[in-house]
């Protein structure tokens, strides 16, 4: 009975950490009807973008949108010519206070170098120990410091202003025990150490690093992590323990042997850290292919996949590959769900079966336009085989729907992905119009496939024309073989 019972609450503590989420809210009217979508990274080592969800404001710029968080971290919006940052903590509310709406220009929308402005979201609920509060009074106390100190402390190394610092916003924050702020704190200081006066990136490891809890989540316990390991193995792949740890990855392609020979390394005397170190080099190996041969590291990448016992670190390895991995011939189409002008579901896999023109399109740009005109007629010739699929990049989907109602003539799928950059992202979009040919199974035939105006359908016809003489000798070879006797 005592078994069962334990099961029974093991459980029941199981759903209950697995449902944790926070919810934010907030009302402007300058964000009525929009569609918003809200993302973390993935991990802080390459940034990659991760979905948490999209939400629909409603005619007042209302907003409340609930999302998993089983740990403190932070989140990010797009908001115009904002990319809007916010830490949230598991089964807490955050009505935040939205910055006035500044749309992106015509030509930083069509920029696909365009950087958006950060800015730290305000939350209107918040209490004196609110995470928001805690690291945005931090960051003025540091920042300020950096501003009117920090060319003097860094020209001279000086040991004793940045003493005077910590003395200062640890008297401030003593009485925060937030675990989170704590660590983002003393993080930041141990940082502006090791950039005036300690540069020894092996003591700093050991004293902050080595046997210390792990934080993925916390960008300065990660980016203090980078800045003192990150080039290490480019700029000492030729002497002492960075050529070894080069035959480990390149011949050994082994990260078992890696961790061996970092056994060497007092600082690194523990697996978790070794094996983060070992991602920090991969993800430098691939910055350098005339010296990194990539096949080898995209093999060690995949054995720290298969066998490390980290979820972080089998996250942050697969994070790696997608950074560096271009779409290549006959790769797997990355998968989307997108909606229509009427609001209806489509996923990549409906599209299976016929080869697919898949376009990124926008109906402000003149060369798009253009474009629509030609496929139109290209559509009416070829739509036995082919489908025509164009991701649209209107402003807004009501912008995307009223395009669509007015143009009833570009009688082919359109689907709105202007609420889903990662989609960009994914298919390495570096401008608009972008054309590519997928195979009837969803892979990609053509990655830069001809435009309208530059041919496509002759192109495609003759493919077609290929590809049908060839499942006719294949048939004739089997007819043959069926036929023959022994």
């Not at 999209?54 to 209302?62: I, K, L, M, S």
């Not at 040991?159 to 009485?175: G, P, Y």
């Not at 390895?317 to 189409?333: G, M, S």
Request: with cysteine; proline share 4%.
């Amino acid at each position: 009975m005592r078994t069962f019972i334990a099961i029974i609450t093991t459980l029941l503590i199981s759903c209950v950490a697995s449902a944790q989420t926070a919810t934010i809210i907030g009302c402007s009217e300058e964000y009525a009807n929009q569609t918003i979508s809200v993302y973390q990274y993935s991990d802080y080592f390459t940034k990659n973008e991760e979905l948490l969800g999209t939400f629909t404001t409603d005619a007042t710029g209302y907003f409340s949108f609930t999302f998993e968080c089983k740990t403190t971290r932070e989140i990010y919006l797009y908001l115009g010519i904002y990319k809007a940052f916010l830490f949230v903590s598991p089964n807490k509310e955050y009505e935040i206070a939205m910055p006035p709406y500044r749309e992106k220009t015509l030509a930083e929308e069509l920029n696909p170098y365009y950087e958006p402005t950060d800015i730290s979201l305000g939350v209107i609920n918040s209490d004196p120990d609110d995470i928001n509060i805690l690291i945005l009074s931090f960051n003025s106390v540091f920042e300020t410091f950096l501003s009117e100190k920090g060319y003097d402390v860094f020209l001279t190394h000086d040991k004793s202003r940045v003493e005077e610092l910590e003395n200062q916003v640890n008297t401030m924050f003593a009485k925060y025990d937030d675990e989170f702020f704590n660590v983002y704190k003393n993080y930041r200081l141990y940082a502006l150490r090791y950039m005036v006066y300690q540069r020894d990136n092996m003591s700093v490891t050991r004293k902050h690093y080595l046997n210390q809890k792990f934080h993925y989540y916390n960008p300065a316990y990660m980016n203090l992590f980078k800045m003192m390991w990150k080039d290490y193995i480019n700029n000492n792949h030729s002497r002492d323990i960075g050529k070894n740890l080069k035959v480990d990855i390149i011949y050994g392609k082994s990260p078992t042997m890696f961790k061996k020979t970092m056994e060497k390394m007092i600082a690194f005397r523990n697996d978790t850290l070794k094996e983060l170190f070992l991602l920090q080099c991969l993800d430098d190996c691939l910055k350098d292919p005339e010296v990194f041969p990539p096949a080898p590291v995209y093999q060690t990448l995949d054995s720290v996949i298969i066998i490390s016992t980290i979820p972080e670190h089998r996250n942050i390895a697969e994070n790696i590959k997608k950074k560096y991995t271009l779409l290549e011939f006959h790769d797997e189409a990355p998968y989307f769900e997108l909606y229509n002008q009427d609001s209806v579901l489509y996923t990549l896999d409906k599209f299976k079966g016929k080869y697919v023109y898949l376009n990124f399109c926008r109906s402000e740009n003149y060369a798009c336009i253009k474009d629509y005109k030609v496929l139109k007629k290209m559509n009416e010739k070829t739509k036995r085989d082919l489908s025509i699929v164009t991701l649209s990049y209107e402003k807004t989907f009501e912008d995307f729907r009223s395009f669509r109602k007015a143009n009833p003539q570009y009688n082919w799928t359109f689907l709105y992905a202007g609420d889903n950059p990662e989609i960009g992202r994914q298919y390495k979009l570096r401008g608009m119009p972008t054309y590519m040919l997928l195979d009837k199974s969803g892979k990609i035939e053509m990655i830069s496939a001809p435009t309208p105006a530059d041919n496509f359908q002759e192109t495609f016809t003759r493919m077609m024309v290929q590809k049908r003489k060839e499942e006719a000798a294949r048939k004739k070879r089997q007819t043959q073989s069926k036929g023959r006797t022994w």
